[in-house]
């Protein structure tokens, strides 16, 4: 079975600091790699995904990710967070053609101070 | 756009209650999933579907059924509701490897 590990559950900021949030996952063959993120009170976006081609992924609200085969990695990289990306941030993996859904990890929740 | 829609956004119901979460999507999409969001634990899946009557156990499916009888519409089913199963729950439409998510239903079993 397939795992996701988000390295850090609270992350705090001061707005114009660059961000970086860990995730890895256990998965050995080919796999589609997402990262989505919740606004409070608000359904589930999807920032940026991951399918084959280039590792390095941009994504909306000027969010990139870069997969890392060698380490099983997706990290979700921002250089300069706002005061309105404070939310849950979800890495989530699936395998083949998406028919068997995603596993997600358990979240980052990032707080970022005015 | 695919919308994803959960017929109700909060619910309040008493323990041993069967309890029905609603779920319909509009773009023909053949697969279709429930999961359950609670904090520090992220999403996790319950069941899933394939196709019209074909269902899946994801990967916490004890205390829960699902009925899918027409394409665009996928029902969870809480046979005898516990506490233990207050959660928010969301429903999630797959076409490819694109995913849609609705925008939840907010359960509590009192």
């Known amino acids: 079975a397939q795992s996701v590990s988000q390295h850090n559950h609270h992350v705090i900021l001061s707005e114009a600091a660059s961000l970086e949030l860990g995730c890895n996952y256990s998965?050995?063959?080919?796999?589609?790699l997402f990262w989505y993120v919740q606004y409070p009170g608000q359904h589930l976006q999807l920032l940026l995904k991951?399918?084959?081609?280039?590792?390095l992924v941009k994504g909306i609200k000027g969010f990139e990710a870069e997969f890392i085969k060698s380490k099983f990695s997706f990290n979700l990289r921002k250089p300069s967070v706002q005061w309105s990306d404070t939310a849950e941030y979800f890495c989530a993996v699936n395998s083949g053609g998406g028919a068997d859904g995603l596993t997600f990890g358990k979240g980052t929740h990032l707080i970022i101070q005015p | 756009d695919v919308k994803v829609t959960q017929s109700s956004r909060y619910l309040v119901k008493r323990t041993g209650e069967k309890v029905f979460l609603e779920c319909v999507q509009d773009m023909d999409h053949e697969n279709m999933f429930w999961y359950r969001q609670d904090p520090g634990l992220g999403l996790r899946l319950i069941y899933f579907?394939?196709?019209?009557?074909?269902?899946e156990k994801g990967d916490i499916p004890e205390g829960y059924s699902v009925s899918r009888e027409k394409k665009e519409r996928f029902s969870l089913i809480l046979e005898s509701a516990s506490t233990n199963q207050t959660s928010m729950y969301l429903c999630?439409?797959?076409?490819?490897?694109?995913?849609?998510f609705g925008s939840g239903t907010r359960l509590t079993v009192v």
């Open positions: 991951y399918f084959s081609g280039d590792p």
């Open positions: 999630a439409s797959s076409f490819r490897r694109g995913y849609t």
């Open positions: 579907s394939y196709d019209v009557k074909m269902k």
């Open positions: 998965y050995g063959g080919t796999v589609n």
